[in-house]
């Protein structure tokens, strides 16, 4: 029953082992010789016993049989506790005696001193003290002792990389085996031990298993959390040698999952894993990061990238895989030791990001301009709910002239973020951010009602008010009750859609479905005009064009460039405002900023002006003085 029970739980080890992999860490031997020890242990005795039972054995050689058992297993404990402890530590190389000294001083141990104590135990000696009883217990409780004091040292002295759980489960195991080799003679039960073994092999192994399994198990190296742990652990043991945190990605690593299969793309990631642990150094500490992401920690001067370009016909050879993988990174070096590591993660994605779509370079180091800008998107994404709580953001306006009378027709109302650190922050700076972040649909909603509450103040003043337009974003246009939320807003501070237009890019009318036209639709039947924003810009301007329900064109300001002394530009300009005209449609050209663009313009029909040569963008108070 005792060797049933003993095989039981050590079947529950070495599935939770097996679950998670972890001997990829550790290393598988160190795993499977607690496993093998423990299990030959209990096989072994449970033979003994029906041996001596059956057939008969002489009682003291039994017992000697029994006892070196025990003292054989018991010193592979230490050493499999010892070895996991370096394993888990990643101590290998920087001390690579620590694992030369031990394995000596166990052969010894195990081959010469316990054979000399097998004597003590027959019966015409047996509790006599003698010499070589006292050489062994004092010897090997000294070499015991060792790995004890090495396996507790290293847990504690690696704490932020193990953990507490771990670091004390550590401890608990390798100070009661010791206790138990030491007072090896004392121990007559040995089947209870071998369940006692049992148990205590199978709660090391759930312990990795549940608390500080630190691998990723598709690709073997560290995971995230991990990771994180290592980097402050090395950070803070090694204050002498500069780091450098690196991010690696893998462009367009989408084609090839869609290429080859989701299997064969978490195959690959493998693979550079392993290539990667292969090259570098165990000083190296390399994570998985998720998606085709890999970060590792390098001393400075180390050189972080496998090669620019992956070849997978040399990864599979003789598979016929005609296609290469393009490797790039971003290198952060490691200035503030006490800095989050997440947000070491951050600036080195945020340096890669600057490549991404340069495939003739794979490296990218940032910087202190970089460290500048990088700050300045942490800030803006971090104080933006606050800057509208505060109305930070303000519109402003820029003026829409009539070619002919040169008077305001209209205007464009435009965010500005008029910050109390930073003074005003351009557009420029703030909307690719909050596009990205998805925080330009609350922005949007604020400045439509601003817009609209800045109408209704100046009707009020009796001034008569020009339609203004608003600017509807991608992401906007995704939003269920959008056109509810723009109906219920001119309601609110009672206005008709005619003093709104809503502009809406030219690349959302390509990339939008059935459901974005039936909006656009919906908000032209109750009376709003549609403006097409950046007609020009996209891919398939005039078939877009074509498809679109719009009312108003605003031409791409990027037609101005070179317009007078380029005829091409001109035809193309003088082609579009002609179709507006045969399609009896307005049309507003944008970025005119000297007096022959206007000349020209005026000359060929194109009614509405909108640019520097009028003016810029300006404040509500100075809208306000050019429409009274």
């Known amino acids: ?145 060792i790995y004890v004091v090495l396996s507790i040292f290293l847990a504690w002295r690696h704490i932020r990389r193990l953990g507490k759980v771990a670091a004390s489960v550590i401890t608990a195991l390798v100070v009661l085996v010791d206790i138990m080799l030491i007072m090896n003679d004392r121990i007559t039960d040995f089947k209870y031990m071998g369940a006692a073994f049992a148990a205590c092999v199978t709660f090391n192994l759930v312990m990795l298993y549940l608390v500080d399994n630190p691998t990723d198990p598709k690709t ?42 989701f299997e064969r793309g978490d195959d690959i990631l493998r693979r550079i894993a392993a290539a990667m642990r292969k090259q570098f150094s165990w000083e190296v500490e390399l994570a998985y990061l998720g998606e085709d992401n890999f970060v590792g920690l390098f001393p400075q001067g180390s050189y972080w990238m496998l090669q620019g370009v992956l070849s997978l016909d040399e990864m599979y050879p003789g598979e016929d895989m005609d296609y290469n993988l393009s490797l790039y990174s971003g290198v952060y070096p490691i200035t503030d030791r006490t800095m989050n590591p997440q947000l070491m993660i951050d600036r080195a994605r945020f340096a890669m990001q ?65 910050d109390r650190q930073y003074g005003l922050i351009s557009p420029g700076d703030f909307i690719p951010l909050f596009e990205r972040n998805g925080f330009i649909n609350k922005l949007d909603i604020y400045m439509w009602e601003e817009v609209c509450k800045q109408i209704a103040e100046w009707r009020k003043e009796g001034i008569l008010v020009p339609p203004i337009s608003v600017n509807i974003s991608r992401r906007d246009l995704q939003l269920d009750n959008l056109y509810e939320v723009i109906l219920d807003m001119i309601k609110k501070y009672h206005l008709s859609p005619n003093d709104i237009k809503l502009e809406i890019t030219e690349s959302a009318f390509v990339a939008e479905n059935q459901r974005f036209f039936n909006t656009v639709d919906l908000l032209k039947e109750v009376g709003f005009r549609i403006l097409m924003d950046d007609f020009g810009s996209g891919y398939s301007s005039f ?86």
Not at 6 to 14: D, E, F, N, W, Y
Request: net charge negative; proline share 3%; glycine share 4%.
């Open 220 to 261: 073997g190296i560290y995971n995230q959390k991990a990771f994180f742990r290592a980097v402050e652990e090395d950070l803070i043991l090694n204050p002498d040698i500069e780091y450098q945190l690196c991010v690696l990605d893998i462009r367009d690593f989408q084609d090839v999952n869609e290429r080859f299969g």
């Open 543 to 628: 078939n877009t064009f074509k498809n679109a329900h719009v009312d108003i064109l605003k031409a791409d300001m990027k037609f101005m460039d070179g317009i007078v002394s380029s005829e091409k530009g001109k035809i193309v300009i003088n082609t579009i405002v002609e179709m507006t005209k045969k399609l009896d449609m307005p049309i507003v050209v944008e970025g005119v900023e000297t007096e022959e663009q206007y000349e020209y313009l005026r000359s060929i029909g194109c009614e509405m002006i909108q640019g520097y040569y009028f003016s810029k963008p300006v404040p509500a108070e100075k809208f306000k003085e050019l429409i009274e």
């Open 1 to 145: 029953m005792i060797t049933l029970l003993s095989l039981g739980i050590m079947a529950v080890g070495i599935l939770a082992i097996r679950a998670r992999s972890i001997s990829r860490t550790v290393g598988t031997i160190w795993i499977d010789l607690q496993i093998d020890v423990t299990i030959a242990y209990i096989i072994l005795i449970w033979a003994l016993d029906l041996y001596g039972r059956y057939i008969g054995f002489n009682s003291d050689i039994k017992y000697v049989a029994s006892e070196t058992m025990l003292v054989i297993a018991l010193n592979t404990y230490l050493l499999c506790a010892f070895k996991i402890t370096v394993g888990l530590v990643r101590y290998r190389e920087k001390s690579p005696l620590l694992s030369v000294v031990p394995y000596a001083l166990g052969v010894i141990n195990l081959l010469v001193l316990n054979p000399i104590n097998h004597i003590a135990y027959f019966e015409d000696v047996r509790g006599i003290i003698t010499f070589e009883r006292i050489v062994f217990i004092v010897v090997s409780s000294f070499f015991g002792l």
């Open 354 to 418: 600057k490549i991404r779509y340069e495939y003739d370079k794979h490296e990218h180091i940032f910087d202190e301009k970089q460290n500048h800008d990088f700050e300045m998107l942490a800030y803006m994404q971090h104080n933006c709910d606050r800057a509208i709580h505060e109305h930070d953001f303000m519109p402003y306006f820029q003026p829409i002239y009539d070619a002919e009378t040169k008077k305001v027709c209209s205007a464009e109302a435009l965010v500005r973020w008029k």
